[in-house]
């Protein structure tokens, strides 16, 4: 089990230091082999006793994986921010093109520019 959560650190660090370069496809791959860790980590750990010597070593690898862990979904958290405003951005443009648009069909209307 020892392995497997060393093979998860590595991943997890891997993906750490280099957050800004990953692609969305390096997302899905690091996902999807983090998951296939944590399962196999699980059943391990469904065997283990509830006092065997090996939890006090791997508890600290899971310490060291959860501070990993704030990093990325708090990369992951501004990633989603940004994108959220980029959308609110374009919604608003096209709202404001529309009302533009509408505004050359009036025939015996006014519209008032809130910017403005």
Known sequence: ????????????EEAAAHLEQMTDEDWQTFM???TD???QIRREDA?????A???????LIA????RLDRQIVAHMTSLRDEASRQLRSIK???KQKQV?????????????????
Not at 1 to 12: H, R, Y
Not at 100 to 116: A, N, T
């Open 92 to 94: 608003d443009g096209r």
């Open 53 to 59: 010597p090996i939890r006090l070593q791997l508890r």
């Open 63 to 66: 310490d060291r994986l959860a």
């Open 47 to 51: 065997e283990l006793d509830e006092d």
């Open 1 to 12: 089990m020892d392995k497997l959560f060393e093979q998860l650190l590595e991943l997890t």
């Open 32 to 34: 999807a082999r983090r």
């Open 100 to 116: 533009y648009e509408q505004e050359e069909l009036m025939e015996e209307g006014y519209f008032v520019d809130k910017r403005r």
């Open 37 to 39: 860790l944590m399962i």
